[in-house]
Each structure stands twice: as structure tokens, then as C-alpha cells.
């Protein structure tokens, strides 16, 4: 499975960003899909994940703000931030898990190239 991200960018705090991940070379079923961050000098962290039945987890240093989502027919699953604050900067990955766990960086097999969202104050 090949994960293609984008959206990233430069944004002012409290505003907004849609990042992208497409999906090819799979069967976009199998996988629940998460994002992750990871900022500079910091482990990466789990941000939000959906399964292909729409359960829907996220971390609570974002929840209210950020909401996951898929579209199944297109092999896409987006992450849309708002209200953005400077400790969200960081490179956002997508990644792929073939099984229900959702959490962990190692539960996930397939991951993307990463894209920056960078927050000013």
C-alpha cells in the first residue's frame, strides 16, 4: 500500500488546514487508517484514527478541534484541524494498520511521506 499525504502548510493560530492521504496499491477495506505527528525532537504521537466502519478515535490534545474522516470510494482519509495552535506544528504522517489497534506507531504498517504544518503565533 502507497500513502501519498498532503495539505500542510503555514497557517496563523486558530486557523485552519485539511490534509489529505491517498491510498493506492491495496485494498483500502482492510486498513484502518490513522494520522500522526511528529514534531522536532519529540517521539511521534498518535493524532486520530477511523476504522472502514467509521469508529473514530483521537488523542485528547485534539479532540474538539480535530475530526478524521474517510471516503472509501476515493481510497482517501482526511484530517481536518481547526482552531490550530503553535504546539500542533509538526510533520503530519497518514499510515495504514490491517488490524483494529489504533494507538501505537507499531500498529501500523504502511506509512506516507509525512507533510508540515507549520502554526505561527
Known amino acids: 500500500v502507497q500513502l501519498q499525504a498532503c495539505g500542510g502548510g503555514l497557517v496563523q493560530a486558530g486557523g485552519s488546514l485539511r490534509l489529505s492521504c491517498a491510498a493506492s496499491?491495496?485494498?483500502?477495506?482492510?486498513?484502518?487508517m490513522g494520522w500522526f505527528r511528529q514534531a522536532p525532537g519529540k517521539e511521534r504521537e498518535f493524532v486520530a484514527a477511523?476504522?472502514?466502519?467509521?469508529?473514530?478515535y483521537s488523542a485528547d490534545s485534539v479532540k474538539g478541534r480535530f475530526t478524521i474522516s474517510r471516503d472509501n470510494a476515493k481510497n482517501t482519509v482526511y484530517l481536518q484541524m481547526n482552531s490550530l495552535k503553535p504546539e500542533d506544528t509538526a510533520v503530519y504522517y497518514c499510515a495504514a494498520s490491517p488490524r483494529k489497534y489504533y494507538r501505537r506507531v507499531v500498529d501500523y504498517h504502511y506509512w506516507g511521506q509525512g507533510t508540515q504544518v507549520t502554526v505561527s503565533s
Open positions: 496499491g491495496g485494498n483500502f477495506g482492510d486498513y484502518l
Open positions: 477511523i476504522s472502514w466502519y467509521d469508529n473514530r
